[in-house]
């Protein structure tokens, strides 16, 4: 089974940053496209960036300039996240899309749990 890992949350001032790291482990056999979310209270979940198989970075509206997702190691992406405000508070996610744990095996999107990022001063 293909597990994903959040790390790296926790509380910031307004104008701080935050690491997050998002560790795969399991029998993955390809590594596609790695999607970040965040979920405030009393919000809908909300796409915030990805990272493509590629190397290619996409980020929505309200995070672009500020966040920036890399690839660390064939399991590991980070979202480094500058200039935090405090409409960035909430549970960030990350999702694996269309993983093989086996060749031309049945691809799978795969979520992590979460972890918090609260922005107050």
């Known amino acids: 089974q293909v597990h994903l890992v959040e790390s790296g949350g926790g509380l910031v001032q307004p104008g701080g940053s935050l690491r997050l790291s998002c560790a795969a482990s399991?029998?993955?056999?390809?590594?596609?496209?790695i999607h970040w979310y965040r979920q405030a209270p009393g919000h809908q979940r909300e796409w915030v960036a990805v990272i493509l198989g590629t190397g290619v970075t996409v980020y929505a509206d309200p995070v672009k300039g500020r966040f920036t997702v890399s690839r660390d190691n064939a399991k590991t992406v980070l979202l480094q996240m500058d200039s935090l405000k405090p409409e960035d508070t909430g549970v960030y996610y990350c999702?694996?899309?269309?993983?093989?744990?086996?060749?031309?095996?049945?691809?799978?999107?795969?979520w992590g749990q979460g972890t918090q990022v609260t922005v107050s001063s």
């Open positions: 399991g029998s993955i056999f390809n590594i596609g496209d």
């Open positions: 999702k694996a899309n269309g993983v093989r744990t086996s060749p031309g095996g049945r691809r799978s999107d795969y």
